[in-house]
């Protein structure tokens, strides 16, 4: 009987992954949420789309493009927002 030591193997305990908290200006948040959406086919564009969820109350965020010159538009938006 020989007294060899057996090599011990050392596991280093893993830390966690801190993510780095980046800040964001509204606009940048807003394009990484419409982003996401349209990955996940969540993102409904033009009026007819935006009208028809904003009726089924499926809708969570409606943008309104500020550009906009169609007064009737507007008013049918702001109205289904309500």
Do not use: F, W
């Amino acid at each position: 009987d020989t007294d060899e030591e057996m090599p011990q193997a050392e596991v280093a305990a893993e830390e966690p992954e801190v993510a780095e908290e980046v800040e964001m200006s509204v606009l940048d948040a807003l394009k990484e949420v419409l982003q996401k959406a349209m990955v996940h086919g969540g993102l409904k564009k033009g009026l007819h789309e935006c009208a028809k969820a904003l009726d089924r109350r499926s809708a969570r965020l409606c943008c309104l493009a500020k550009n906009c010159e169609n007064e009737e538009y507007k008013k049918l938006i702001k109205a289904l927002c309500a």
